[in-house]
């Protein structure tokens, strides 16, 4: 056995939320290079179909399994699919979220309830289908327990704020101490619990908001933000550069780690 066998994921089961597009879509690519099956979620069949075209031509396989994560039987359904179709669940890399930004003043009762059920509470019903799922594992391990993996993404605006996020940032904010919970109840089990924030991205999430639309940046808001990261030497993200640090998380090389959140902003926020 050398270092690099702890980098791979031969054999693992992997669920992917939010696996249609951008950081998703990545991450569920990336288990797929490392040899893990891919259960691919998204609120969209069809972006999901892609996806698992990629996952095939990455050389591995996997399932989809279309569901919104605000929904509970949703949730349960996608873990129950992972064991009885693809035999287990080792990972579960919640990434599935949404913006709808608006002026603290401005904001109105919905909009706020929304983004704290799609990403906060949706983000709470994966955890906990995947820790019921993955504490019964462990027990049917016995003594030597195989580590298993759940993966939180926040945002760095979740711990630094932003701007028209109220909402998000309370949301992504409520993942990180989430996160340090699951990751204490984890330990007798062996699952290792952490969390990504990623800085600026580009998916359609930062893409400039049309007319009418409800994701997006506004347009001289975005120019804003471009010019300080080209300003600071900052590059935009792209989602590979989350998937990386999401694949470690999800390997045996990050084994003595949990509860933790890692910025992942290219130094837009340090
Ligand atoms: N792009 C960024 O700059 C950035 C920065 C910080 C955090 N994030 C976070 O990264 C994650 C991925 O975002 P992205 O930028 O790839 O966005 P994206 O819109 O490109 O992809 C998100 C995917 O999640 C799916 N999704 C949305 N709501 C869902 C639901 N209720 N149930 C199941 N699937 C759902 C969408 O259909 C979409 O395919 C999100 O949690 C987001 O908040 C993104």
Redesign the pocket.
């Given at each position: 056995m050398s270092i690099i066998d702890d980098f791979k994921l031969d054999g693992k089961v992997a669920i992917v939320?939010?696996a249609?597009?951008?950081?998703?879509q990545a991450v569920a690519v990336a288990y797929a290079e490392g040899g893990a099956k891919v259960l691919v979620?998204?609120?969209?069949a069809n972006?999901a179909e892609e996806t698992l075209a990629l996952v095939r031509k990455a050389g591995s396989d996997g399932i989809i399994v279309a569901?919104?994560?605000?929904n509970k039987s949703d949730v349960e359904n996608t873990v129950r699919a992972a064991l009885d179709k693809l035999g287990g669940l080792d990972i579960m890399a919640n990434?599935?979220?949404?913006?709808r930004d608006g002026m603290l003043h401005k904001m109105p009762e919905e909009t706020w309830d929304f983004i704290i059920d799609?990403?906060l509470k949706?983000t709470f019903f994966c955890c906990q289908a995947a820790m019921a799922a993955m504490r019964d594992l462990a027990k049917a391990d016995g003594k030597v327990k195989k580590s298993r993996k759940i993966i939180n993404?926040s945002?760095?605006?979740g711990i630094y704020g932003n701007k028209g996020q109220a909402n998000y940032s309370a949301a992504k904010a409520g993942i990180i101490g989430m996160t340090k919970t699951v990751a204490i109840e984890g330990l007798m089990s062996n699952v290792q619990c952490n969390c990504v924030a990623?800085?600026?991205?580009d998916?359609?999430?930062?893409q400039k908001k049309d007319e009418g639309a409800n994701?997006g940046i506004p347009d001289q808001d975005r120019q804003q933000t471009l010019m300080y990261m080209n300003f600071m030497g900052v590059r935009m993200g792209a989602?590979i550069d989350i998937a990386r640090v999401v694949y470690f998380l999800s390997t045996s090389g990050s084994d003595y780690l949990t509860g933790m959140t890692i910025n992942v902003s290219g130094g837009l926020k340090t």
């Open positions: 939320t939010g249609g597009r951008g950081i998703g979620n998204d609120l969209d972006v569901g919104n994560v605000m990434i599935a979220g949404i913006t799609v990403n949706g993404t945002s760095v605006a990623p800085g600026w991205i998916t359609r999430l930062t994701i989602p």
